[in-house]
């Protein structure tokens, strides 16, 4: 079993959807999550960065921890074809180990 | 730089030959990090700079694999005796943190996409 465990999808919704994205893991020294996206050919880009439990709200897009259950959640509210991309959580322990990435949940939002 | 820069964009070895690949980080820029991903999967750790400094190393797959910052600012990352295992996206990113927030803020470059026939 992965540490990090992410549905690779594909995914497809019609825009103006909500979208819910999330992962799982195993390791519960994970303090800090994030999410990535990643256009084709491109490098990851940040979406969202949060430390321990909560809720992040940044414009169209929040972010869920629950280390209880130890599963994260991405949500994107208004989903926009732009917002086409492979989605990838990560994690780590701290602020500077190396973070481990789930698979990626491939998105296709259609207009 | 406007972002993190990483040449050649892509990059075909016939087996068993050496290969370097390059990143240029964003100026100024502390942390480095050397990242492999693999066809549809996420991106996988192989080894962290901080300055000139390899910190971290445990991610590197084999000692055909070294990598160096001389300067603690380009990077080189070199594959000796390629496989085809060894196929796959090579991505960079640095981040202007140092200790207990380098994941934070941290820039990918587009990678280098190695295939090895």
């Known amino acids: 079993q992965k540490e990090v465990e992410q549905d690779p999808g594909p995914l497809s919704v019609p825009e103006g959807a909500i979208v819910s994205l999330n992962c799982t893991y195993s390791?519960?020294?994970?303090?800090?999550f994030m999410w990535y996206r990643q256009y084709s050919r491109k490098g990851p880009e940040l979406l969202m960065y949060?430390?321990?439990?909560g809720n992040k709200e940044d414009g169209r897009f929040t972010a869920q921890v629950d280390k209880s259950s130890k599963y994260i959640s991405l949500f994107i509210r208004d989903s926009q074809p732009s917002d086409s991309a492979t989605y990838l959580c990560?994690?780590?322990?701290?602020?500077?180990?190396?973070?481990?990435f789930g698979k990626g949940t491939r998105l296709s939002v259609i207009a | 730089g406007a972002g993190v820069s990483q040449s050649p964009r892509y990059k075909v070895a016939k087996r068993g030959q050496d290969v370097a690949l390059r990143c240029d980080p964003i100026?100024?820029?502390?942390?480095l990090f050397w990242y492999q991903q693999a066809l549809g999967q996420g991106p996988e750790f192989l080894t962290y700079f901080q300055n000139e400094a390899q910190l971290d190393k445990s991610g590197l797959p084999s000692d055909r694999f070294f990598a160096e910052r001389p300067e603690g600012s380009v990077s080189t990352l070199k594959i000796q005796r390629t496989q085809q295992e060894d196929s796959a996206v090579y991505l960079c990113?640095?981040?202007?943190?140092?200790?207990?927030?380098?994941?934070?803020?941290?820039?990918f470059g587009s990678g280098t996409q190695l295939s090895v026939l």
């Open positions: 949060t430390y321990s439990s």
């Open positions: 100026s100024g820029h502390v942390s």
């Open positions: 990113a640095s981040s202007l943190a140092v200790a207990g927030a380098a994941n934070e803020k941290l820039f």
């Open positions: 990560a994690m780590s322990p701290s602020g500077n180990t190396p973070l481990v």
């Open positions: 390791n519960s020294a994970f303090q800090y």
